[in-house]
């Protein structure tokens, strides 16, 4: 299992020690969500804060735009050093050329499925998939309770990338904390994001540790 940090709820008047805190508490990914208000109705951050993570943390920065024109975006955040890139599909016509652009740039691309979206609406995707980022809330905010009904689909994924023996990654992101994540990696998911289930906890080695002893 792969554990994820989103810095979304992380204290950002003191981003460095944050980051840095969660890397020695054992975290494996940095998620960075990047909202526009348009495509949600929030703002958080964008390229010239992912620069500045890259120079403090060797973590991968797993980088999830959830903004209306990722084609624009994306080459920018993966010049200021993303090394992953989630794309809402929804916001494209045509979401295989630009997720054919983001592994051009260099970076492992994946699409992220809202909780209400069927995965046949990403049957198109799949040969172009590093990672399936499954929501299990939707998105714009941190702290959200997690959508126990996403579960079911997050077997059905496993269950296609089996068959069409496919090297994707399955990651889940939205209320997912240490005492629920057992249902998410029973379901198959391999890679846990975790915003206010580890930043709103006193200690995050802690709370990592018990993540993994759930696994
Ligand atoms: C939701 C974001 C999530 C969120 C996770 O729009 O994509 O990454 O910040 O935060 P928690 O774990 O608090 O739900
Ligand atoms: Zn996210």
Redesign the pocket.
């Given at each position: 299992m792969k554990i994820a940090p989103?810095i979304?709820?992380a204290d950002f008047c003191r981003l460095r020690d944050e980051i840095q805190a969660v890397e020695s508490a054992g975290a494996d990914w940095l998620?960075v969500?990047v909202?526009d208000g348009h495509f949600?109705p929030n703002i958080t951050i964008g390229p010239v804060v992912v620069e500045s993570i890259r120079k403090v943390t060797r973590l991968p920065l797993d980088v999830?735009l959830?903004i209306a024109d990722p084609d624009k975006f994306a080459p920018e955040f993966i010049k200021a050093g993303a090394d992953w890139v989630s794309i809402h599909p929804d916001t494209r016509k045509d979401p295989v050329t630009s997720l054919k652009k983001i592994r051009e740039l260099g970076a492992k691309a994946s699409v992220a499925v809202n909780p209400d979206v069927p995965l046949n609406k990403i049957e198109a995707c799949l040969s172009h998939l590093d990672m399936i980022l499954m929501?299990t809330?939707?998105?714009?905010?941190?702290?959200?309770a997690f959508i126990e009904d996403v579960l079911p689909k997050i077997e059905d994924a496993r269950k296609l990338i089996a068959q069409r023996k496919l090297p994707i990654l399955i990651e889940v992101?939205?209320?997912?904390?240490a005492d629920n994540i057992h249902r998410v990696l029973a379901a198959g998911a391999e890679v846990i994001?975790?915003?206010?289930?580890i930043f709103k906890t006193p200690s995050y080695a802690e709370t990592i540790r018990k993540m993994r002893q759930a696994g």
């Open positions: 989103s979304l709820s998620h969500d909202m949600v999830h959830m929501m809330v939707f998105p714009g905010f941190a702290g959200q992101d939205g209320g997912i904390k994001v975790s915003g206010s289930g």
